[in-house]
């Protein structure tokens, strides 16, 4: 049983397995209500025992004991929906524990927790299935859909006989079912507009096979508690033995029109042992562009096998300058290196110490490829051209999930660093690397970087979260952490960023959080909207200020992540003045309110 | 409200019930406070681009729908952003008329917030769309500017009126034209929630019962769609109406009109309790009883009409529930007096009179058929600049026509030079050369990607569909027939096709009922031969049934009256057999 042991190291596996062995149902089901209140009341950090809920169900010998019937739909025009109401009346009549939901709304990664599982879905379009529910179809037919041993399940299949593709989403998804393990309480029905009889008799089929008695503490184990993070028996992989991370999604998230390119990344950490806290960051290991390699071998005549020593050790140069020196921007060092193989005067001038100014400016403007071309230096070896190259450095991203929402998952929120210099298009080494590992089967080196100044505090403390463009990225996983934990805390976010229709990362995300009370508050602050003036991030602080101030005064934490340049000191500023002004105080006091503030850890800053 | 002389009748499912055993809309209008919802707090909500459902469903009675763009939905939902919520917005527009002022003014309004295009209806209006929410007011205050409303133009009451154009018959048709006005302007709602809303402006008093003196706080069941036609023109497809009113006029002098009720198309697949029905004639009045007659049909209509299921709410469904004879006294109970006998009258096409024409007014008039009502500036012909520069001169006035054309009205011979020139010059052929009868006989509603009850193209795709069309009549010689073909994304019949000699509704993506065998003049309503099939079957289809016409057609008969006559579909009676 593969599920628990990831959840629990081997011997605790063992314990429990033991334990629930000997236990009768009552006792079975006080010592799981015990472990899932437990784990409520500590949180899980690492090395403790996380909850049981699903576990310690599945523990139990099914069959002869009631199991939690689920009962899932899939609709459009809202037939489904209404047979699934049905279907529940007549389980519940029968003394069997139901739960209703919308596929659209159900959380995917609950799926392998669940007992009995019962699907009504109609087709639409030309065979597909109803638009909201495209969510759930993609992922049981994905390659991150679970094993399912243990799930009973039975699909009812709504459609229209006129139709060319006849019932073909509710096909699928029995035939995905059986393939993924699960046992078929009931044969599939495909109805055709005049569902009625047909569907009362698959519900009573269906109900027939359900098991009454249905058992209280499995049904009542807090979502989320069984995918807490496995105890960290400490990760093989590190920043020196990075985890080849196979990438399960990556797409633009900025929408049509966009002046920009962000990308959600999605990571599987399956089998790394690999696991981190929201504000943690993650190290990506990238390699530099093939195309830029062949470029430099071309401009220096050099031949690709030709071999160099680094400090790892012998290699050829293609490899070196593929994946272990930094051959964008240029150094200093590499500078003054090449002046010398030059003998160029006017670049020699630019080293001078005095020159730190215009070095900058120049090194700015001119990579190691413009150097290299404008000053091309005749019979340069390849240990002379690797010896001025700094190593290439892995690039870090805030990790923007939460292991209790997506166990062995990372996901991050990248923006593609593109740019034109000497009339030829470039990109950022790790961003633009990522941007192209968009096949089936990527991988990707990584390691986690530890970030512990930049944790959420308590569960009941409240937070203001302040981040532009990529700047939210830590936020999302905050949320998910909060949302996992149902965290009493408020929560109030400040997001920034050029359009609304394009740029407003995880919009539907926000709003969810909203309505579901886990994010209390949210501000927008757009820049680039025609109808509405240039909004920053600190004039919504602004704009909020006596609330803000007050949120500040009643204890809340301020995170600041982003943009290093202009940001974050606009946001300090900002916030100077807003507590000068409902505090009463002079800049310099405030200033010190925040000196104070980040002393007691409550003034955060993850700023790039 | 029956009294004696009026038989009783079961009440079961209108007005009189109370609410819970009513549609939810009906809740929902009788909450609203006279249609403000909390429409204003969702405007200023920056967390989305949309509105609430609620708040969705009061706003169609200020004429404004919220869509998406559904060519990019699957899109977006992958990049975890909401659909990219935008709002069309539908102006009343009586008759289809404005004047060149008005026009610049639409134009601008369109270049500023609509896309750069404007889109002539299948009732003489036009519509925005890509409006975003932040926009709203703007264009509103816009609208107003121009003296132009968006009052009623959609929700549960009496839409924008209709009134045929007719140029040749001028003078008459101003006439009928100015009735049109009236009824229009008399059966909108007074809700003063529509001046606050878009305007800011509060109410004198709070809003009471004395807000809708006809409507009341539940208004009609459903849309109720009134029309005027002037024969022998049935451009506005009379019978489609729920209410009608044709023509009557003696020596080209307005003197009454002859009532039909209980017209309308939508239906539902697969439903057969839904069906279009054509109205009944049911008799004669004077034109001086027009607003009273119209007080007692819709009256009668909000009083009787089924308000607990919305699918049998329209009008058409009461005639049915009760027999044309109840509906017929009910009308006549509350107007106090009999209505006259039909007098007579003929109808020759539904189609619009294109090309130049001078009225009995003296004036000029010149209707410009345009594809599917898309005003924009095509690759090369620049449509709405050159309509912009027309407009500038002020030298005629605008007519949209019920099929989705435009008229350039009320033109001085002395002007017409001038307006023919502009016309050359952007590319404004007047002329209905090098395009086929049937191209000119057509119809498609907008459907994807704006319409979200689209399951399937219609106006994007018409064209293309017609070009094979043509390939199929030039072999039969039929390539100057008029034929008349109309296409909607979906059942409801946005561009009436149950009354059209070729109609394609849509069921799915690439996939569509085909219908055959309406009246040329729309008095007829058509028959399904193929259902839920794609392009390939169509075309077969329609190649066999045009190789028969081609042949054995009698003199002068029409494709719709030839399919049936030689039982390749058979003839429908009445609405209530059309799923028979
Ligand atoms: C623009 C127009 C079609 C066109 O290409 O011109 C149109 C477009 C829409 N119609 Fe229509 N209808 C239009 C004339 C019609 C007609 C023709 C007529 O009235 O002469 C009909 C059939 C006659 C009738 O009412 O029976 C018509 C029957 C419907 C129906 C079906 C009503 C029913 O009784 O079942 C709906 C759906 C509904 O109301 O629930 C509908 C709904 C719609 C909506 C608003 C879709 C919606 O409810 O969200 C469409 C907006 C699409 C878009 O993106 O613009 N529209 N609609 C026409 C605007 C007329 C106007 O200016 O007011
Ligand atoms: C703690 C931390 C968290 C971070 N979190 C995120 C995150 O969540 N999301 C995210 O996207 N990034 C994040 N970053 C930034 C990220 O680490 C990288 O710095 C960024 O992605 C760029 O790296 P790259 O390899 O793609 O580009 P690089 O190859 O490093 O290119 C950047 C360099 O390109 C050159 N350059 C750029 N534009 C121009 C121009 N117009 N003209 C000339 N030269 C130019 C400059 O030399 C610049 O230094 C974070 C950084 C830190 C330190
Ligand atoms: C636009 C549209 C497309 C449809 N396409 C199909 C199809 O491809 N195959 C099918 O079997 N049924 C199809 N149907 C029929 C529906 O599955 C059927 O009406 C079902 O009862 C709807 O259930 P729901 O109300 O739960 O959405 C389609 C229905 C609509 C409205
Ligand atoms: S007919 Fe259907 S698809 Fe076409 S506009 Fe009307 S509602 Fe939309």
């Known amino acids: 049983m593969e599920t628990q042991a990831s959840i629990l190291t081997t011997s605790q596996w063992e314990q429990v397995d033991l334990l629930a062995a000997t236990l009768d149902r009552e006792q079975a089901i006080w010592v799981s209500g015990y472990l899932a209140g437990r784990s409520q009341l500590a949180p899980p950090t690492r090395g403790d025992v996380p909850g049981l809920g699903a576990p310690a169900a599945a523990a139990l010998p099914s069959g002869p004991v009631g199991r939690l019937a689920t009962i899932l739909f899939a609709t459009d025009t809202g037939n489904s929906k209404e047979l699934a109401g049905m279907l529940s009346a007549a389980a519940e009549a029968k003394g069997i524990t139901t739960k209703v939901s919308d596929l659209a709304k159900y959380k995917s990664r609950d799926l392998k927790d669940e007992q009995d599982v019962l699907i009504i879905a109609a087709t639409h379009g030309e065979g597909d299935p109803p638009p909201a529910a495209l969510d759930f179809f993609e992922f049981i037919e994905g390659k991150r859909a679970p094993k399912l041993p243990g799930v009973r399940f039975a699909v009812l299949a709504l459609g229209d006989s006129t139709y060319e593709h006849y019932c073909s989403a509710g096909r699928k998804l029995d035939e995905r079912f059986e393939a993924l393990g699960a046992e078929r309480l009931a044969d599939r029905v495909d109805c055709d507009v005049d569902y009625e009889d047909d569907a009362d008799a698959w519900i009573a089929a269906v109900v027939e096979q359900l098991t009454p008695e249905a058992q209280p503490a499995a049904a009542a184990a807090p979502a989320g508690i069984g995918a807490a993070p496995a105890p960290a028996a400490p990760s093989a992989f590190s920043k020196r033995n990075p985890f080849q991370a196979t990438v399960l999604e990556n797409i633009a998230i900025t929408g049509r029109g966009s002046s920009k390119e962000t990308r959600h990344v999605e990571l599987s950490l399956e089998g790394s042992g690999l696991t981190y806290e929201p504000g943690d960051a993650l190290g990506i290991v990238a390699q530099n562009e093939p195309a830029l390699v062949d470029l430099l071998l071309e401009e220096t005549g050099l031949a690709a096998d030709a071999p160099v020593t680094l400090k790892a050790g012998e290699t050829t140069l293609r490899d070196a300058l593929s994946s272990t020196l930094e051959i964008t921007a240029a150094t200093p060092r590499f500078l003054t290196q090449w002046a010398e193989l030059a003998g160029a005067d006017d670049l020699k001038a630019l080293t001078a110490s005095d020159q730190a100014k215009a070095r900058t400016a120049y090194l700015d403007g001119h990579h190691v490829l413009d150097i290299i071309r404008r000053y091309p230096v005749a019979g340069v070896t390849a240990e002379q051209l690797a010896a001025g190259l700094r190593p290439l450095q892995p690039r870090l991203y805030s990790i923007a999930s939460s292991l209790l929402a997506v166990p062995d998952e990372v996901h991050l929120t990248v923006s593609t660093v593109r740019y034109e210099l000497h009339d030829m298009q470039r990109v950022g080494v790790a961003s633009g690397h990522l941007a192209t590992l968009t096949g089936d089967e990527e991988i990707v080196p990584v390691y986690v970087q530890a970030n512990d100044h930049f944790h959420l505090p308590a569960d009941d403390a409240s937070i203001i979260m302040i981040g532009a463009g990529t700047g939210v990225a830590p936020y999302r996983a905050f949320m998910q952490e909060r949302e996992a934990r149902e965290a009493p805390g408020k929560s109030w976010l400040f997001f920034g960023e050029r359009n609304f229709r394009s740029d407003f990362l995880y919009q539907v995300e926000w709003q969810e959080l909203l309505s579901n009370g886990t994010l209390s508050k949210l501000d927008l602050a757009f820049s680039r909207d025609l109808r509405t003036p240039k909004t920053y991030v600190q004039d919504k602080l602004k704009l909020r200020g006596r609330e803000v101030y007050e949120w500040l005064e009643d204890g809340a934490s301020l995170y600041v992540c982003g943009d290093a340049t202009n940001m974050a000191p606009d946001v300090h500023r900002a916030l100077v003045g807003i507590i000068a002004e409902h505090g009463g105080i002079g800049d310099d006091e405030a200033e010190h309110y925040l000196a104070q503030m980040g002393r007691e850890n409550r003034y955060r800053l993850d700023v790039y | ?580």
């Open chain 2, 1 to 580: 409200m029956a009294t004696k002389s009026l038989p009783a009748t079961d009440r079961s499912r209108d007005i009189s019930q109370p609410l819970e055993k009513l549609a939810p809309e009906e809740a929902l209008k009788v909450g609203s406070d006279y249609l403000a919802g909390s429409i204003t707090t969702d405007l200023i909500d920056e967390i989305t681009g949309a509105v609430d459902e609620g708040n969705n469903k009061l706003m169609k009675f200020h004429g404004i729908y919220m869509q998406d763009d559904r060519d990019i939905r699957d899109e977006r939902r992958h990049q975890k952003l909401e659909p990219l919520y935008t709002f069309m917005l539908r102006a009343r527009l009586p008759g289809g008329f404005c004047t060149a002022d008005q026009w610049l003014g639409l134009d601008d309004i369109a270049r500023k917030y609509g896309n750069d295009t404007l889109r002539l209806t299948t009732r003489q209006t036009f519509q925005y769309h890509y409006l975003e929410k932040d926009t709203l007011r703007l264009v509103m205050e816009g609208l107003r500017d121009i003296g132009i409303d968006s009052k009623a133009a959609c929700g549960d009451v009496a839409r924008t009126v209709m009134s045929g154009v007719n140029p040749s018959l001028s003078l008459l048709h101003k006439q009928v034209y100015e009735h049109a006005k009236i009824t229009s302007e008399h059966a909108i709602h007074r809700t003063s929630a529509y001046e606050e809303v878009w305007f800011g402006e509060k109410p004198a008093q709070p809003r009471g019962d004395h807000e809708e003196p006809f409507y009341g706080r539940q208004y009609m069941p459903r849309k109720f769609k009134i029309g005027f036609a002037v024969p022998p023109s049935n451009d506005i497809d009379i019978y489609s109406q729920d209410l009608g009113f044709i023509a009557v006029a003696s020596e080209g002098k307005l003197k009454g009109f002859n009532v039909t009720v209980g017209g309308g198309m939508g239906r539902t697949d697969r439903a057969p309790e839904t069906y279009p029905r054509l109205g009944d004639v049911i008799g004669y009045i004077d034109a001086e009883q027009l607003l009273p007659t119209v007080d007692a049909v819709m009256g009668v209509q909000r009083d009787y009409g089924a308000r607990d299921v919305r699918a049998h709410s329209r009008f058409k469904y009461t005639v049915d529930d009760k027999g044309v004879d109840w509906i017929k006294l009910a009308i006549e109970d509350r107007l106090g007096f009999e209505l006259g006998p039909v007098k007579p009258y003929e109808f020759t096409e539904n189609g619009d009179l294109l090309g130049w024409v001078s009225g009995d007014d003296g004036l000029e008039h010149c209707t410009l058929w345009i594809e599917n009502g898309r005003i924009i500036n095509h690759e090369g012909r620049p449509l709405m600049d050159g309509l912009r520069e027309i407009a500038k001169t002020g030298k005629c006035t605008f007519r949209m026509t019920p099929n989705q054309s435009l008229t350039l009205s009320d033109i001085k011979p002395a002007d017409r030079p001038e307006i023919e020139a502009l016309m050359a010059e952007y590319g404004l052929d007047p002329s209905t050369k090098g395009r086929s009868a049937l191209r000119l006989n057509s119809m498609a509603c907008v459907a994807l990607p704006t319409c979200h009850l689209a399951m399937a193209e219609a106006e994007r795709y018409l064209p293309e569909l017609i070009t094979k069309i043509e390939g199929l009549l030039e072999p039969h010689g039929l390539t100057e027939e008029p034929i008349t073909i109309r296409m909607t994304g979906c059942p409801n019949g946005c561009a009436r096709p149950y009354i059209a000699e070729i109609a394609l509704t849509g069921r799915a993506p690439g996939k569509y009922n085909l219908y055959l065998g309406a009246g040329f003049h729309g008095e007829r309503l058509n028959k399904m031969l193929l259902e839920n099939v794609g392009e390939e079957k169509i075309l077969a289809a329609l190649d066999e049934a045009f190789a028969a016409y081609a042949k054995d057609r009698t003199p002068g008969e029409h494709f719709g009256d030839f399919v049936v006559r030689t039982g390749i579909v058979p003839e429908v009676k009445e609405g209530r057999f059309f799923n028979d």
